[in-house]
T-cell receptor, first 115, second 113 residues
Framework: DTGVSQDPRHKITKRGQNVTFRCDPI?????LYWYRQTLGQGPEFLTY????????KSRLLSDRFSAERPKGSFSTLEIQRTEQGDSAMYLC?????????????FGQGTRLTVV | SQKIEQNSEALNIQEGKTATLTCNYT??????LQWYRQDPGRGPVFLLL?????KEKRKERLKVTFDTTLKQSLFHITASQPADSATYLC????????????FGAGTRLAVHP
């Protein structure tokens, strides 16, 4: 297993377009997280899945954002009608269940630039 | 308001010295605190986790302390090497261990030969 995989690594889009990112977590990990990171800041929590259930969404996740994890494996994050303020690195992380305080493994991220 | 503060300025040290990074927080009561390393253009990499009832945790050249009274964690790298140069992120787990993490902005460490 090569860790958490995110695709694409980079995306440039025009304002108003829709974009979709994909995350493939480590195979035995039930928990999957999306974070967003802007330059000079730490990652900000967006949403969290346990298996296919989306258990929590941040207020940062406006109506234009939607995340899914249809079969409890890979996840997608879609941004509709992109705005320049959506430009950021979108990070996916996964962790296993079976107890608390298990470490989170992050992917390399998808860098979104909205022009 | 809730805040996590890390040294905003880069920390420059000489190879072989001990680097000490600070993480202060207000208005949180995390049960767990984690430290991550992040290199430019890459995702964070987990380093250490410490529980609220642990004062200190060590892993090879790394040491973390956690003072819930002071609301502070210190992260030490002993015998630092140029390869340790990176941004180090402090993260509070506010979900009781389920990895809903609140990150600080990070401290950039530069270790000079």
């Amino acid at each position: 297993d090569t860790g958490v995989s995110q695709d694409p690594r980079h995306k440039i889009t025009k304002r108003g377009q829709n974009v979709t990112f994909r995350c493939d977590p480590i195979s035995e990990h039930n928990r999957l997280y999306w974070y967003r990171q802007t330059l000079g800041q730490g990652p900000e929590f967006l949403t969290y899945f346990q298996n296919e259930a989306q258990l929590e969404k941040s207020r940062l996740l406006s109506d234009r954002f939607s995340a899914e994890r249809p079969k409890g494996s890979f996840s997608t994050l879609e941004i509709q009608r992109t705005e320049q303020g959506d430009s950021a690195m979108y990070l996916c992380a996964s962790s296993r269940t079976g107890g608390v305080n298990t470490e989170a493994f992050f992917g390399q991220g998808t860098r979104l630039t909205v022009v | 308001s809730q805040k996590i503060e890390q040294n905003s300025e880069a920390l420059n040290i000489q190879e072989g010295k001990t680097a000490t990074l600070t993480c202060n927080y207000t208005n949180y009561s995390p049960a767990y605190l984690q430290w991550y390393r992040q290199d430019p253009g890459r995702g964070p990499v987990f380093l250490l986790l410490i529980r609220e009832n642990e004062k200190e945790k060590r892993k090879e050249r790394l040491k973390v302390t956690f003072d819930t009274t002071l609301k502070q964690s210190l992260f030490h790298i002993t015998a630092s090497q140029p390869a340790d140069s990176a941004t180090y992120l402090c993260a509070l787990d506010i979900s009781g261990g389920y990895n809903k993490l609140i990150f600080g902005a990070g401290t950039r460490l530069a270790v000079h030969p």
